[in-house]
């Protein structure tokens, strides 16, 4: 039998699409993130899912507005898992903590913690981390280069290993009569002097249920990828098309084996944005809004320093490369998009209306079929510069649909799992758990959660993952 999809949500509570908040219904206080955590958990939870994935980010400014608004403002991932910790009982909950700035005794000791409370449900992502401003909030000058940032990271995984190694699993004694409580044997310490890191150990906190908890990555460069491979039970992939992640598992599967490991101990996660819906006419409805939405240069929006440069149909026309003297570049935002202009915008401009008009259900002007939705709106100038500057890795319809893109994925070996994005909160994730987990459910995608008898199929995140402890090659 084919081993069901990991599937685990990846929470932005402002929603992971850059217009979601808009939406009608939509959250968008995080003052009032407790509520909102609450209820997703409990949805994803209720639908079955193997675990919350929290991200990161270490700086915030003006300009993530426009780009990333989920960036601007929300709880730290480490605080976000041990609130959840105490309202679920069976999910897995997953912090990033950035390797660069944190420290690896900290690290070990909340995550184990996280653990010991959950009964084993702790994960960790670590990343080296992206953002330049980041720096200047950790008392340093200059974000620290690929080499050093990947060489500290490195020792960090080592440094969590050796801390969460510091009580052997028969080390707590706990014999009230001959009252000897541990034996100082079992007790190890870290001793890890490396050229980034220096810890002593052992730990305060009890052996982690799991052992060693998992370590998650998410990274795009060569050492990236080796520390994925060699260090990582799940590695992040961005992947926009299945091809590129096929290619992608492979070769981190490759890295892995030459490494001495299992490839499959290595698990490859690929995000996912659905946008589901009872219908798949309803669910394009509601992409062709959320481009609406997006803030184009117009308005009251241009007059901001921080506005991104690209939300023109001029700037689109660059990306397309039309020539600059083409009249097309004058077009009105809500203006239809003709078959005489998509001729002028060459093949990746009709590529691009081809993506549009599918996933929003649009037609083209004078009477073409541009897509699915031929009885559709209008596809406009709009629309085309907001997918442009907006990229999603959008999949949008019924349960079925979204299942058939979920099965076909595993068909093709393209990843072991997903992280899914929701474009809103609370109702595309919702929309998810409600009609799009049981669907997948039934085509033995999405984990069972019981057996026949009502005893759980797993109860650690490890399990979950089909990923044993990591031994040392
Ligand atoms: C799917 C995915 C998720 C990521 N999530 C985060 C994150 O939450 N926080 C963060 O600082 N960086 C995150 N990153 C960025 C990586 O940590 C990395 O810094 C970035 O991709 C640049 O690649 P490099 O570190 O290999 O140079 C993510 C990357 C990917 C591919």
Redesign the pocket.
């Known amino acids: 039998m084919t081993d069901p999809l990991i599937i685990g949500a990846m929470v932005r509570t402002l929603g992971a699409y850059p217009s979601g908040w808009r939406h009608p219904g939509a959250h968008r206080d995080p003052a009032a993130d407790a509520d909102i955590l609450r209820h997703i958990a409990q949805e994803g939870e209720d639908a079955g899912l193997d675990y919350l994935f929290f991200?990161?980010?270490l700086a915030t400014g003006p300009d993530l507005e426009f780009r990333d608004p989920y960036l601007l403002a929300r709880i730290d991932p480490v605080s976000a898992v041990l609130f959840l910790a105490g309202v679920t009982s069976r999910i897995g909950l997953i912090a990033?903590v950035?390797t660069t700035y944190a420290d690896p005794y900290t690290t070990a000791r909340s995550l184990a913690s996280l653990d010991v409370l959950t009964r084993g449900r702790a994960g960790v992502n670590l990343?080296?981390?992206?953002?330049p401003r980041a720096a200047g909030n950790h008392g340093r000058d200059a974000h620290a280069d690929?080499e050093s940032r990947y060489g500290r990271a490195e020792e960090f995984v080592e440094a969590l290993r050796r801390l969460w190694d510091s009580w052997a699993e028969d080390a707590w004694v706990a014999d009230a009569e001959r009252g000897v409580l541990i034996d100082p044997e079992g007790l190890r310490s870290a001793d890890l002097r490396g050229e980034h890191l220096r810890v002593s150990g052992p730990l305060n906190v009890a052996r982690p249920p799991q052992g060693r908890i998992p370590i998650v990555h998410?990274?795009?460069?060569p050492?990236?990828r080796a520390l994925a491979a060699t260090a990582a039970d799940l590695a992040?992939?961005?992947a926009p098309t299945i091809a590129e992640a096929i290619a992608t598992r492979r070769t981190l599967r490759d890295i892995a084996a030459e490494a001495g490991r299992s490839p499959d101990a290595l698990k490859v996660i690929a995000?996912v944005l659905p946008v589901v819906a009872d219908t798949d006419a309803a669910a394009h409805r509601i992409v062709e809004r959320l481009l609406a939405l997006v803030p184009l240069a117009e308005g009251h929006h241009s007059a901001r320093t921080a506005f991104p440069q690209n939300r023109t149909v001029d700037a689109l026309a660059d990306a397309l490369e039309v020539p600059a003297d083409d009249e097309l570049r004058t077009a009105a935002f809500d203006q239809p998009v003709t078959r005489a202009e998509e001729a002028r915008l060459g093949e990746r401009g009709a590529a691009l209306i081809e993506r549009v008009a599918r996933i929003a259900g649009l037609r083209m002007a004078e009477g073409g079929t541009a897509g699915a939705g031929s009885a559709g709106a209008a596809l406009t100038w709009r629309h085309l510069v907001a997918a442009h500057a907006v990229p999603a890795a959008f999949v949008v319809g019924d349960a079925g649909t979204i299942a058939d893109h979920f099965e076909r994925w595993r068909d093709h070996e393209a990843a072991d799992g997903f992280n899914v994005l929701s474009a809103f909160q609370p109702s595309q994730f919702e929309a998810f758990t409600r009609t799009a987990a049981p669907e997948l459910r039934r085509r033995g995608l999405l984990r069972d959660e019981g057996d026949a008898g009502g005893k759980p199929s797993a109860t650690t995140l490890r399990d979950r993952l089909r990923v044993s402890s990591y031994v040392d090659a």
């Open positions: 991200g990161d980010w990033t950035n990343v080296t981390g992206a953002e690929n998410a990274g795009t460069s050492r990236s992040l992939i961005a995000p």
